[in-house]
């Protein structure tokens, strides 16, 4: 069976800092990649996916990923983040019939 | 209106209580799926279906059962509630397998 290893349980880091976030997968063969966002009391909502092509993604709201397949990882990257990137970020990874496999989060703390 | 409706939002149960969470999807998609959302622990996949007569177990679906009424609405019960089914629970929808999911709002269930 596939898992989704996030690195990073906590971050916190201040406003306009750099941001990534580490995501590795164990499936070696073809495979979806998504990172999902869960703000505080919401549900989550896509940021991003790699499906095939161009392994750097750019997502929504600045972000982005890049898939490397020779590391099997897919690690969320931000510029410059802003307080209200507060969250829980989800790697999630699809590589068959079944439903995704998520990671178990990061809970990403920016202060002002 | 969302395009994935789950009730109710809160629910508090007493252990050995039989329940249902109900979800309904606006998208017209085939593929339905029951997370449930556990601190630390991220998302676990409980039940998924890819058509009205096609019904899968996910990794933990020990506990509970699913019915899938119709494209629009699948439902998942709890025969018989224990106090370690106490989660947030998502339902979610996909086009297919290389899409993002789309989620609903999330039923918080407390089994006391």
């Known amino acids: 069976a596939q898992s989704v290893s996030q690195h990073n349980h906590h971050v916190i880091l201040s406003e306009a800092a750099s941001l990534e976030l580490g995501c590795n997968y164990s499936y070696g063969g073809t495979v979806n990649l998504f990172w999902y966002v869960q703000y505080p009391g919401q549900h989550l909502q896509l940021l991003l996916k790699y499906f095939s092509g161009d392994p750097l993604v750019k997502g929504i709201k600045g972000f982005e990923a890049e898939f490397i397949k020779s590391k099997f990882s897919f690690n969320l990257r931000k510029p410059s983040v802003q307080w209200s990137d507060t969250a829980e970020y989800f790697c999630?990874?699809?590589?068959?019939?079944?439903?995704?496999?998520f990671g178990k989060g990061t809970h990403l703390i920016i202060q002002p | 209106d969302a395009d994935v409706t789950q009730t109710p939002r809160n629910r508090i149960t007493k252990t050995g209580k039989r329940i249902m969470l109900e979800c309904s999807q606006t998208k017209g998609h085939d593929r339905m799926y029951w997370y449930r959302q556990d601190p630390g622990l991220g998302l676990r996949l409980i039940y998924y279906s890819f058509d009205v007569k096609d019904i899968n177990k996910g990794e933990i679906s020990d506990g509970y059962s699913v019915s899938r009424q119709a494209q629009a609405k699948f439902s998942l019960s709890l025969e018989s509630a224990i106090p370690n089914q106490t989660a947030l629970y998502f339902c979610?929808?996909?086009?297919?397998?290389?899409?993002?999911?789309?989620f609903g709002s999330g039923t918080r269930l407390t089994v006391v």
């Open positions: 999630a990874v699809n590589e068959g019939a079944d439903g995704l496999t």
């Open positions: 979610a929808t996909s086009r297919d397998r290389g899409y993002g999911y789309t």
